[in-house]
Structure formats: structure tokens, C-alpha cells
T-cell receptor, first 114, second 112 residues
Framework: NAGVTQTPKFRVLKTGQSMTLLCAQD?????MYWYRQDPGMGLRLIHYSVGEGTTAKGEVPDGYNVSRLKKQNFLLGLESAAPSQTSVYFC?????????????FGEGSRLTVL | SQQGEEDPQALSIQEGENATMNCSYKTSINNLQWYRQNSGRGLVHLIL?????REKHSGRLRVTLDTSKKSSSLLITASRAADTASYFC????????????FGKGTSLLVTP
């Protein structure tokens, strides 16, 4: 019973490098989200998707790109990593629109940019 | 911007005591949710309360909602050491219409 799986769990990057975080859910959920969590800042929404092939910007989208080519996967890309992107990234999914349904979270991906 | 703000930021109690956390938000909501996060883990949904509800219970959890004051509270009764975690309130994100906005959380420490 996997739920929401994020890979990798840990990654260290140098400034300017690129990488992709993968989120996979096996619950057939329509809605998927990427959040970042920083100390003292809580969770902030980066991008979200309301279905396969759709993406939309959240509160802090700059420096990130996303894709939802398959319903079960939501990818978060950093084209040119910056130290300000050091954070813990959480993916979540839900079967209903966010405010009406429960969000299921992955265990997080800890990214450090040197 | 974040819709909900939890208070206090940190709370330390002993086992058996009750823990109360508060959440204030800025604009009208449809629903409000509470989540829990153990250290180093993802968030887990605790309870959802709708805007037309005033109180809701789930096990040792009691949530109240006062839409006139734009505030909610989460009460954990008879706390246990295993309740040690951060607790977040979440409301609908007005800007997106689909996602949730989370507050900064209350860090609860329950000591044996």
C-alpha cells in the first residue's frame, strides 16, 4: 500500500545544476501538488495539477517547472538550482479539490544546494 | 500568501494534560483541515470541518470553528508522548481555488 512515493529522498546539488523530483501515487487521484517546507515558513505551494496533462502555478513557482504526462506521476524540475531552493519538498495528492478532500503526502525529498 | 496562522508556535505539556492549538485565517473559507507532521515525515490528515459546522470530534481530537472570528481550535485530550509532533491548519487557497494553504504550525512536545 504505497500511497504517495517521492524519489529521491535526499539530494545534494551544486549551484546551477539541474534535477527532477519524481512523485508517484497509486490511488488514481486527479489532483497533485508540490509544496516546499522551510523552517519558520510552513508549507508553501509551488505548483499543482488538477488532472493529467494540466499544471498550474502556486504561491512560489519561480525557478521550478512541472509536468503531469501520466495521471499517476507529477514531476518537479529545477533547471538551474540556487541555494535559495534548499528545502524539503513534499508531494501530495487528493481525489477531490484540495479544500474538500484529504491530502495524502509523501515522505518528503530533502534537497541541499551548495 | 499563507491563509492560516497557528498559535502558539510551540507548546510543551506533560502526558495526560490537554493540548489546545489555535488557528486564525484571513478570508472566507469552505472548509478547514488539520494535519499532523511527525519529525522528518510527511503530513497526515487529522480532521476536516466544514464552514457550516461548529464542532467536530474524532477520538481524542476536538475541533471547533468560529467563522465569525475566522478562527479554529484543535484540542487533544489526555495527551500522550506519541502526540509529539507539529500540527498545521489548512484552508482553501483562494488564489488557486484547488489547493490548500497551510499555516506555519504549532510544535507540540508531550513529555512523559
Amino acid at each position: 500500500n504505497a500511497g504517495v512515493t517521492q524519489t529521491p529522498k535526499f539530494r545534494v546539488l551544486k549551484t546551477g545544476q539541474s534535477m527532477t523530483l519524481l512523485c508517484a501515487q497509486d490511488m488514481n487521484h486527479e489532483y497533485m501538488y508540490w509544496y516546499r517546507q522551510d523552517p519558520g515558513m510552513g508549507l508553501r505551494l509551488i505548483h499543482y495539477s488538477v488532472g493529467e496533462g494540466t499544471t498550474a502555478k502556486g504561491e512560489v513557482p519561480d525557478g521550478y517547472n512541472v509536468s503531469r504526462l501520466k495521471k499517476q506521476n507529477f514531476l518537479l524540475g529545477l533547471e538551474s538550482a540556487a541555494p535559495s531552493q534548499t528545502s524539503v519538498y513534499f508531494c501530495a495528492s487528493s481525489s477531490q479539490k484540495g479544500d474538500t478532500g484529504e491530502l495524502f503526502f509523501g515522505e518528503g525529498s530533502r534537497l541541499t544546494v551548495l | 500568501s499563507q491563509q492560516g496562522e497557528e498559535d502558539p508556535q510551540a507548546l510543551s505539556i506533560q502526558e495526560g494534560e490537554n493540548a489546545t492549538m489555535n488557528c486564525s485565517y484571513k478570508t472566507s473559507i469552505n472548509n478547514l483541515q488539520w494535519y499532523r507532521q511527525n519529525s522528518g515525515r510527511g503530513l497526515v490528515h487529522l480532521i476536516l470541518i466544514r464552514s457550516n459546522e461548529r464542532e467536530k470530534h474524532s477520538g481524542r481530537l476536538r475541533v471547533t470553528l468560529d467563522t465569525s472570528k475566522k478562527s479554529s481550535s484543535l484540542l487533544i485530550t489526555a495527551s500522550r508522548a506519541a502526540d509529539t509532533a507539529s500540527y498545521f491548519c489548512a484552508t482553501d487557497a483562494i488564489s488557486s481555488g484547488y489547493a490548500l494553504n497551510f499555516g506555519k504550525g504549532t510544535s507540540l512536545l508531550v513529555t512523559p
